[in-house]
């Protein structure tokens, strides 16, 4: 079964430093897409890469995708406080009725 | 911008009671789903639905759970005799646009 497994499981960084996260998957995928989830709190949706793509922007955010590798990462740029969360892949499948597959996530900390 | 919500926010109840709980899923939108997420564990796929009917479920999603959306908003998740395993945030989610939009979340501790 296809799974997202991120890495590392935590990450400490100094504010306004860059956070690299990794994820790893095992079968074919229609989408990846990243979440957070502050503590205790909802899954927040951030960015979603097609499988036909390679890199994309939004604001601090960019998430690559390597299919040949089945792996994606998630790169926050000058990093903030506020950016202290959990950061989960979750990959699906073509259709829309498709279940997403989260890995265990990363614990992000951003040291102010 | 539209959310999906979720009630009760926390809930507790003893072994062997029934629970429901609800979610109001982003309107006109039209694929909702049930996730689960046991403290410091992954978030796993309960069930999908669809036009009425379930899309699809996991092994979780024995006869002890069921799915409803009994008007045009609401959508239900029932544990008809809860277990202590049961306990978990409960996550609903709706689609639109290839990504799933989740609320903020039922967390359920059974007793």
């Known amino acids: 079964s296809q799974q997202g497994e991120e890495d590392p499981q935590a990450l400490s960084i100094q504010e306004g430093e860059n956070a690299t996260m990794n994820c790893s998957y095992k079968t074919s995928i229609n989408n990846l897409q990243w979440y957070r989830q502050n503590s205790g709190r909802g899954l927040v949706h951030l960015i979603l890469?097609?499988?036909?793509?390679r890199e994309k922007h939004s604001g601090r955010l960019r998430v690559t995708l390597d299919t040949s590798k089945k792996s994606s990462s998630l790169l926050i740029t000058a990093s903030r406080a506020a950016d202290t969360a959990s950061y989960f892949c979750?990959?699906?499948?073509?259709?829309?009725?498709?279940?997403?597959?989260f890995g265990k996530g990363i614990t992000l900390s951003v040291r102010p | 911008e539209p959310e999906v919500t979720q009630t009760p926010s926390h809930q507790v109840t003893q072994m062997g009671q029934e629970v429901i709980l609800r979610c109001v899923p982003i309107?006109?939108?039209?694929?909702f789903y049930w996730y689960r997420q046991i403290l410091g564990q992954k978030v796993e796929f309960l069930v999908s639905?669809?036009?009425?009917?379930?899309?699809?479920k996991s092994e979780i999603f024995d006869d002890q759970f069921s799915v409803e959306r009994p008007d045009g908003s609401n959508f239900t998740l029932k544990i008809r005799s809860t277990k202590l395993e049961d306990s978990a945030m409960y996550f609903c989610?709706?689609?639109?646009?290839?990504?799933?939009?989740f609320g903020p979340g039922t967390r359920l501790l059974v007793l």
């Open positions: 989610a709706s689609y639109r646009g290839e990504t799933q939009y």
């Open positions: 639905f669809y036009n009425n009917e379930i899309s699809e």
């Open positions: 890469i097609r499988s036909n793509e």
């Open positions: 979750a990959t699906g499948l073509t259709g829309a009725n498709s279940k997403l597959t």
């Open positions: 309107s006109n939108h039209l694929y």
